[in-house]
Protein backbone atom coordinates (compact mmCIF):
# COMPACT_ATOMS: atom_id res chain seq x y z
CA UNK A 1 0.00 0.00 0.00
CA UNK A 2 1.54 3.48 -0.52
CA UNK A 3 2.29 5.59 2.07
CA UNK A 4 3.21 9.62 2.80
CA UNK A 5 5.77 10.71 5.49
CA UNK A 6 4.45 13.48 7.61
CA UNK A 7 5.67 15.06 11.33
CA UNK A 8 5.03 13.72 14.35
CA UNK A 9 5.87 13.50 18.40
CA UNK A 10 6.92 10.35 19.83
CA UNK A 11 9.69 8.33 21.46
CA UNK A 12 11.94 5.54 20.84
CA UNK A 13 12.67 3.90 24.08
CA UNK A 14 10.48 4.17 27.60
CA UNK A 15 13.55 6.49 29.15
CA UNK A 16 13.94 8.71 26.08
CA UNK A 17 12.28 12.26 25.75
CA UNK A 18 9.66 12.30 22.81
CA UNK A 19 10.93 14.73 20.52
CA UNK A 20 10.33 14.97 16.30
CA UNK A 21 10.68 12.06 13.94
CA UNK A 22 8.57 11.01 10.44
CA UNK A 23 6.25 8.50 10.32
CA UNK A 24 4.05 6.74 7.65
CA UNK A 25 0.28 7.41 7.10
CA UNK A 26 -1.27 5.21 4.64
CA UNK A 27 -3.20 6.79 1.55
CA UNK A 28 -6.51 6.98 1.63
CA UNK A 29 -8.56 3.92 0.55
CA UNK A 30 -11.82 3.59 -0.55
CA UNK A 31 -13.26 3.49 2.73
CA UNK A 32 -11.17 6.20 4.97
CA UNK A 33 -10.88 9.57 5.77
CA UNK A 34 -7.93 11.77 5.97
CA UNK A 35 -7.75 14.17 8.46
CA UNK A 36 -5.44 17.22 9.33
CA UNK A 37 -4.83 17.42 13.38
CA UNK A 38 -5.65 20.73 14.70
CA UNK A 39 -5.99 19.63 18.41
CA UNK A 40 -5.02 16.68 20.49
CA UNK A 41 -5.71 16.02 24.19
CA UNK A 42 -3.08 14.54 26.12
CA UNK A 43 -4.19 11.38 28.15
CA UNK A 44 -2.57 9.92 31.34
CA UNK A 45 -2.41 6.71 29.39
CA UNK A 46 -0.23 8.69 26.83
CA UNK A 47 2.62 8.67 29.33
CA UNK A 48 1.84 5.08 30.50
CA UNK A 49 2.18 4.08 26.81
CA UNK A 50 5.30 5.99 25.80
CA UNK A 51 6.99 5.36 29.12
CA UNK A 52 5.84 1.46 28.66
CA UNK A 53 4.46 1.06 32.44
CA UNK A 54 2.04 -1.26 31.16
CA UNK A 55 5.04 -3.76 29.55
CA UNK A 56 2.87 -3.39 25.96
CA UNK A 57 4.37 -0.71 24.44
CA UNK A 58 5.84 -1.24 20.47
CA UNK A 59 8.49 1.59 19.52
CA UNK A 60 8.55 4.10 18.14
CA UNK A 61 5.74 5.22 20.09
CA UNK A 62 3.89 8.10 18.91
CA UNK A 63 0.68 8.90 21.32
CA UNK A 64 -2.74 10.45 21.49
CA UNK A 65 -5.67 9.74 21.17
CA UNK A 66 -8.06 12.81 21.87
CA UNK A 67 -7.88 14.20 17.98
CA UNK A 68 -9.84 17.02 16.49
CA UNK A 69 -9.21 18.23 13.20
CA UNK A 70 -10.50 19.06 9.45
CA UNK A 71 -10.75 16.58 6.42
CA UNK A 72 -8.33 16.96 3.92
CA UNK A 73 -8.88 13.81 1.99
CA UNK A 74 -11.83 11.37 1.40
CA UNK A 75 -12.32 7.89 -0.10
CA UNK A 76 -13.90 7.37 -2.83
CA UNK A 77 -17.11 5.35 -1.03
CA UNK A 78 -17.16 7.63 1.89
CA UNK A 79 -20.62 9.00 2.48
CA UNK A 80 -20.51 10.48 5.88
CA UNK A 81 -17.85 13.01 5.34
CA UNK A 82 -16.63 15.75 2.79
CA UNK A 83 -13.19 17.26 2.69
CA UNK A 84 -13.36 20.53 4.63
CA UNK A 85 -15.39 19.29 7.37
CA UNK A 86 -14.61 19.35 10.85
CA UNK A 87 -13.76 15.73 12.06
CA UNK A 88 -12.67 13.72 15.92
CA UNK A 89 -10.92 10.45 16.59
CA UNK A 90 -11.20 9.15 19.89
CA UNK A 91 -9.29 6.06 21.67
CA UNK A 92 -10.02 3.13 18.67
CA UNK A 93 -9.70 3.04 14.73
CA UNK A 94 -10.88 -0.17 13.95
CA UNK A 95 -12.80 -3.52 15.77
CA UNK A 96 -13.65 -6.86 13.89
CA UNK A 97 -17.09 -5.47 12.73
CA UNK A 98 -18.09 -9.10 13.00
CA UNK A 99 -18.58 -10.55 16.95
CA UNK A 100 -21.24 -9.70 18.96
CA UNK A 101 -20.28 -6.40 20.87
CA UNK A 102 -18.84 -5.02 17.53
CA UNK A 103 -22.95 -5.97 16.38
CA UNK A 104 -23.98 -4.47 19.34
CA UNK A 105 -21.79 -0.81 18.56
CA UNK A 106 -19.77 -1.96 21.67
CA UNK A 107 -16.66 -1.83 19.55
CA UNK A 108 -14.27 -0.74 22.70
CA UNK A 109 -15.10 -4.32 23.95
CA UNK A 110 -14.60 -5.84 20.38
CA UNK A 111 -13.76 -9.94 20.93
CA UNK A 112 -11.01 -9.66 18.72
CA UNK A 113 -9.66 -6.49 21.00
CA UNK A 114 -10.55 -3.11 19.08
CA UNK A 115 -7.21 -1.44 17.11
CA UNK A 116 -6.32 1.11 19.37
CA UNK A 117 -5.63 4.58 17.73
CA UNK A 118 -1.90 4.17 19.09
CA UNK A 119 0.25 1.28 19.69
CA UNK A 120 -1.85 -1.24 17.76
CA UNK A 121 -1.35 -3.76 15.00
CA UNK A 122 -1.73 -1.71 11.62
CA UNK A 123 -2.81 -4.01 9.09
CA UNK A 124 -2.76 -1.63 6.31
CA UNK A 125 1.17 -1.10 6.34
CA UNK A 126 1.68 -4.09 8.32
CA UNK A 127 3.20 -1.82 11.60
CA UNK A 128 1.73 -0.71 14.50
CA UNK A 129 -0.71 2.43 14.65
CA UNK A 130 0.48 6.18 15.16
CA UNK A 131 -1.50 8.43 17.28
CA UNK A 132 -2.48 11.96 17.51
CA UNK A 133 0.56 13.66 18.43
CA UNK A 134 1.01 14.37 14.26
CA UNK A 135 0.17 16.14 11.30
CA UNK A 136 -2.71 13.88 9.86
CA UNK A 137 -3.79 10.74 10.76
CA UNK A 138 -6.34 8.45 7.90
CA UNK A 139 -8.68 6.51 9.85
CA UNK A 140 -11.69 4.05 8.13
CA UNK A 141 -14.96 6.31 8.16
CA UNK A 142 -16.99 4.12 10.20
CA UNK A 143 -14.42 5.31 13.46
CA UNK A 144 -14.92 9.22 12.56
CA UNK A 145 -17.07 11.25 14.47
CA UNK A 146 -18.83 14.23 13.78
CA UNK A 147 -17.75 18.16 16.00
CA UNK A 148 -20.79 20.05 16.76
CA UNK A 149 -20.24 23.44 15.35
CA UNK A 150 -20.82 25.10 18.46
CA UNK A 151 -18.06 23.80 20.44
CA UNK A 152 -14.31 25.22 21.26
CA UNK A 153 -12.50 22.55 18.52
CA UNK A 154 -8.90 22.39 21.33
CA UNK A 155 -11.76 22.05 24.52
CA UNK A 156 -13.60 19.45 22.73
CA UNK A 157 -10.75 17.16 22.23
CA UNK A 158 -10.29 15.94 25.85
CA UNK A 159 -13.79 14.70 25.12
CA UNK A 160 -12.68 11.94 22.54
CA UNK A 161 -11.21 10.25 25.94
CA UNK A 162 -12.43 11.64 29.26
CA UNK A 163 -16.09 13.02 27.79
CA UNK A 164 -16.53 9.07 26.64
CA UNK A 165 -14.61 7.27 29.19
CA UNK A 166 -17.37 9.44 32.10
CA UNK A 167 -20.59 9.75 29.65
CA UNK A 168 -20.68 6.14 29.06
CA UNK A 169 -21.34 4.88 32.54
CA UNK A 170 -23.84 7.91 33.77
CA UNK A 171 -25.76 6.84 30.79
CA UNK A 172 -25.13 2.96 31.10
CA UNK A 173 -26.58 3.50 34.73
CA UNK A 174 -29.34 6.18 33.64
CA UNK A 175 -28.12 9.13 36.02
CA UNK A 176 -30.96 11.54 35.79
CA UNK A 177 -32.95 14.05 37.86
CA UNK A 178 -33.82 13.12 41.66
CA UNK A 179 -30.48 10.91 42.00
CA UNK A 180 -27.58 12.20 43.76
CA UNK A 181 -24.34 11.28 42.25
CA UNK A 182 -20.81 11.02 43.50
CA UNK A 183 -17.51 11.88 41.39
CA UNK A 184 -14.29 10.72 43.42
CA UNK A 185 -11.30 12.76 42.14
CA UNK A 186 -11.41 16.07 40.60
CA UNK A 187 -8.80 15.56 37.70
CA UNK A 188 -9.18 15.36 33.93
CA UNK A 189 -11.86 12.63 34.16
CA UNK A 190 -13.83 13.96 37.59
CA UNK A 191 -14.23 17.64 35.64
CA UNK A 192 -15.80 16.29 33.09
CA UNK A 193 -18.12 13.56 34.90
CA UNK A 194 -19.34 16.62 37.26
CA UNK A 195 -20.31 18.67 34.46
CA UNK A 196 -22.11 15.50 32.14
CA UNK A 197 -23.73 14.56 35.43
CA UNK A 198 -25.52 18.19 36.04
CA UNK A 199 -26.23 18.30 32.37
CA UNK A 200 -28.38 15.17 33.27
CA UNK A 201 -30.33 16.86 36.03
CA UNK A 202 -28.61 14.47 38.76
CA UNK A 203 -27.37 16.55 42.11
CA UNK A 204 -23.71 16.25 42.48
CA UNK A 205 -21.19 15.93 45.17
CA UNK A 206 -17.64 15.84 44.56
CA UNK A 207 -15.39 13.72 46.91
CA UNK A 208 -11.61 14.96 46.79
CA UNK A 209 -8.53 14.75 49.46
CA UNK A 210 -7.57 18.51 47.91
CA UNK A 211 -9.25 21.64 49.88
CA UNK A 212 -7.64 23.93 47.25
CA UNK A 213 -10.27 22.32 44.85
CA UNK A 214 -13.61 22.89 47.03
CA UNK A 215 -14.19 26.24 44.93
CA UNK A 216 -13.49 24.66 41.45
CA UNK A 217 -15.60 21.97 41.88
CA UNK A 218 -18.13 24.22 42.75
CA UNK A 219 -17.75 26.30 39.63
CA UNK A 220 -17.50 23.20 37.69
CA UNK A 221 -21.17 22.84 38.71
CA UNK A 222 -20.83 20.53 42.23
CA UNK A 223 -23.64 21.15 44.56
CA UNK A 224 -21.50 19.99 46.94
CA UNK A 225 -17.80 19.13 47.56
CA UNK A 226 -16.78 16.91 50.91
CA UNK A 227 -13.02 16.77 51.97
CA UNK A 228 -12.79 12.72 52.14
CA UNK A 229 -10.30 12.67 54.67
CA UNK A 230 -12.97 14.15 57.14
CA UNK A 231 -14.52 11.50 58.59
CA UNK A 232 -17.57 13.71 59.88
CA UNK A 233 -18.15 15.01 56.33
CA UNK A 234 -17.68 11.68 54.74
CA UNK A 235 -20.68 10.59 57.32
CA UNK A 236 -23.27 12.81 56.35
CA UNK A 237 -23.81 10.87 52.69
CA UNK A 238 -23.76 7.58 54.38
CA UNK A 239 -26.34 5.56 52.44
CA UNK A 240 -27.55 8.20 50.29
CA UNK A 241 -25.51 8.05 47.20
CA UNK A 242 -27.60 6.60 44.21
CA UNK A 243 -24.21 6.33 41.77
CA UNK A 244 -21.09 6.87 42.43
CA UNK A 245 -18.22 7.26 40.02
CA UNK A 246 -14.63 7.13 41.07
CA UNK A 247 -12.05 8.33 38.76
CA UNK A 248 -9.00 7.74 41.37
CA UNK A 249 -6.41 5.89 40.13
CA UNK A 250 -4.01 6.36 43.09
CA UNK A 251 -4.44 3.52 45.70
CA UNK A 252 -7.44 4.08 48.03
CA UNK A 253 -10.55 3.15 50.31
CA UNK A 254 -12.91 2.13 47.72
CA UNK A 255 -15.29 0.91 50.68
CA UNK A 256 -15.48 4.21 52.16
CA UNK A 257 -17.18 5.18 48.78
CA UNK A 258 -19.14 2.03 48.47
CA UNK A 259 -20.71 3.10 51.81
CA UNK A 260 -22.44 6.08 50.46
CA UNK A 261 -24.15 4.20 48.72
CA UNK A 262 -28.08 3.67 49.05
CA UNK A 263 -30.11 0.07 48.46
CA UNK A 264 -29.62 -1.37 45.05
CA UNK A 265 -26.81 1.98 44.18
CA UNK A 266 -23.76 1.76 42.38
CA UNK A 267 -20.05 2.85 42.25
CA UNK A 268 -17.94 2.53 38.78
CA UNK A 269 -14.83 2.43 38.51
CA UNK A 270 -13.07 4.93 35.98
CA UNK A 271 -9.96 5.07 37.59
CA UNK A 272 -6.97 2.21 37.12
CA UNK A 273 -5.34 2.03 40.46
CA UNK A 274 -2.19 0.10 40.07
CA UNK A 275 -2.75 -2.60 42.70
CA UNK A 276 -5.86 -4.33 43.45
CA UNK A 277 -8.62 -2.37 45.89
CA UNK A 278 -9.79 -4.90 48.33
CA UNK A 279 -13.83 -4.75 49.09
CA UNK A 280 -15.23 -6.00 52.43
CA UNK A 281 -18.57 -8.29 51.52
CA UNK A 282 -20.33 -6.35 53.81
CA UNK A 283 -19.67 -3.10 51.89
CA UNK A 284 -21.81 -4.94 49.16
CA UNK A 285 -24.31 -7.65 51.00
CA UNK A 286 -26.60 -5.39 53.44
CA UNK A 287 -27.87 -3.18 50.66
CA UNK A 288 -27.67 -4.98 47.23
CA UNK A 289 -24.71 -2.57 46.02
CA UNK A 290 -22.98 -3.28 42.71
CA UNK A 291 -19.37 -2.54 42.32
CA UNK A 292 -18.41 -2.29 38.60
CA UNK A 293 -16.10 -1.25 36.08
CA UNK A 294 -15.89 0.85 32.51
CA UNK A 295 -13.79 2.21 29.78
CA UNK A 296 -14.90 4.03 26.86
CA UNK A 297 -18.18 3.66 24.90
CA UNK A 298 -18.63 2.61 21.36
CA UNK A 299 -18.74 5.27 17.90
CA UNK A 300 -22.30 5.55 18.12
CA UNK A 301 -22.49 6.48 21.76
CA UNK A 302 -19.33 8.79 21.20
CA UNK A 303 -21.22 10.60 18.69
CA UNK A 304 -24.07 10.90 21.48
CA UNK A 305 -21.73 11.98 23.32
CA UNK A 306 -20.55 14.79 21.45
CA UNK A 307 -24.33 15.85 19.88
CA UNK A 308 -25.42 15.70 24.19
CA UNK A 309 -22.08 18.37 24.97
CA UNK A 310 -22.79 20.29 21.96
CA UNK A 311 -26.66 20.46 23.44
CA UNK A 312 -25.47 21.45 26.50
CA UNK A 313 -22.12 23.51 25.68
CA UNK A 314 -20.33 21.29 27.34
CA UNK A 315 -15.94 21.27 26.67
CA UNK A 316 -13.19 20.38 28.76
CA UNK A 317 -11.36 23.00 30.77
CA UNK A 318 -7.73 22.96 29.13
CA UNK A 319 -4.42 24.23 29.00
CA UNK A 320 -3.37 25.00 25.35
CA UNK A 321 0.50 24.05 24.78
CA UNK A 322 2.92 23.84 21.88
CA UNK A 323 4.17 20.33 20.48
CA UNK A 324 7.64 20.84 21.95
CA UNK A 325 6.33 21.62 25.55
CA UNK A 326 4.92 17.61 25.54
CA UNK A 327 7.93 16.37 27.97
CA UNK A 328 7.58 19.08 30.30
CA UNK A 329 3.60 18.76 30.09
CA UNK A 330 4.28 14.91 31.32
CA UNK A 331 5.91 15.68 34.15
CA UNK A 332 3.68 18.36 35.25
CA UNK A 333 0.79 15.43 34.46
CA UNK A 334 2.70 13.01 37.28
CA UNK A 335 2.33 15.60 39.81
CA UNK A 336 -0.96 16.50 38.94
CA UNK A 337 -0.43 20.27 38.00
CA UNK A 338 -2.85 20.91 35.11
CA UNK A 339 -6.43 21.94 35.13
CA UNK A 340 -7.53 19.95 33.97
CA UNK A 341 -6.40 18.66 30.07
CA UNK A 342 -3.44 19.78 28.34
CA UNK A 343 -4.33 19.66 24.71
CA UNK A 344 -1.62 20.29 21.87
CA UNK A 345 -1.59 23.16 19.16
CA UNK A 346 -0.44 20.94 16.46
CA UNK A 347 0.13 24.01 14.61
CA UNK A 348 3.04 24.20 16.33
CA UNK A 349 4.77 21.16 15.01
CA UNK A 350 5.09 22.60 11.33
CA UNK A 351 7.66 24.96 12.89
CA UNK A 352 10.42 23.36 11.73
CA UNK A 353 13.30 25.39 14.27
CA UNK A 354 11.45 24.03 17.08
CA UNK A 355 12.95 21.95 19.24
CA UNK A 356 11.85 19.95 22.34
CA UNK A 357 12.13 20.99 26.18
CA UNK A 358 13.37 19.13 29.02
CA UNK A 359 12.55 18.89 32.28
CA UNK A 360 15.07 18.18 34.63
CA UNK A 361 13.55 15.54 37.13
Not at 218 to 240: E, N, T
Request: hydrophobic share 40%.
Amino acid sequence: MKAKEVKAFGTEAADAALEQLNIQRRNPTPHDVEIEILYCGVCHSDLHTARNEWHSTVYPCVPGHEIVGRVTRVGSHVTKFKEGDLAAVGCMVDSCHECDYCNEGLEQYCAEGNTGTYNSPDTHLGTHTFGGYSESIVVNEGFVLRVPDNLDLAATAPLLCAGITTYSPLKKWNVGPGQKVGVVGLGGLGHMAVKIAKAMGADVIVFTTSPSKVEDAKRLGADDVVLSKDADQMARYAGKLHFVLDAVSAQHDINAYLNLLRVDGSLVLVGAPEQPLPVAAFSLIPFRRSFAGSMIGGIAETQEMLDFCGKHNIVSDIEMIDMQQINEAYERLLKGDVKYRFVIDMASLKNKDARPSHQES
